[in-house]
């Protein structure tokens, strides 16, 4: 199961700090994205980090603005969300892939609740 949490109202050019709790499975074996989905738009792809935390990919909407990251100690996934913009504004998800690190939601097959985010200009 994934809990999604960190989520909020921020300005623009403003930080948060998202997170994503693992439990009850081996969280070190899965490739763990986000999602985000807008009001009234497709779910898409945010960015994606392997197994390890060796290997990440972004879309390039966030390329250099977002980071993901994990702590396989703490079952947890973090996606740090700098310089954000309005457009940000969605809620996110949090998806778990035992497949192979994409940016294919079809191969996740475990999702969290989603938290969202709100950045005002």
């Known amino acids: 199961q994934l809990q999604a949490s960190g989520g909020g109202l921020v300005q623009a050019g403003g930080t948060l700090r998202l997170s994503c709790a693992a439990s009850g499975r081996t969280f070190s074996s899965y490739h763990v994205g986000w999602f985000s989905q807008a009001p009234g738009k497709e779910r898409e792809f945010v960015a994606a980090?392997?197994?390890?935390?060796?290997?990440?990919i972004y879309a390039d909407s966030v390329k250099g603005r977002f980071t993901i990251s994990r702590d396989n100690a703490k079952n947890t996934v973090y996606l740090q969300m700098n310089s954000l913009k309005p457009e940000d504004t969605a809620v996110y998800y949090c998806?778990?892939?035992?497949?192979?690190?994409?940016?294919?939601?079809?191969?996740?097959?475990?999702w969290g609740q989603g938290t969202l985010v709100t950045v005002s200009s």
């Open positions: 980090i392997n197994y390890s935390g060796t290997g990440t």
């Open positions: 998806a778990a892939s035992k497949i192979r690190l994409t940016l294919a939601a079809t191969l996740y097959d475990s």
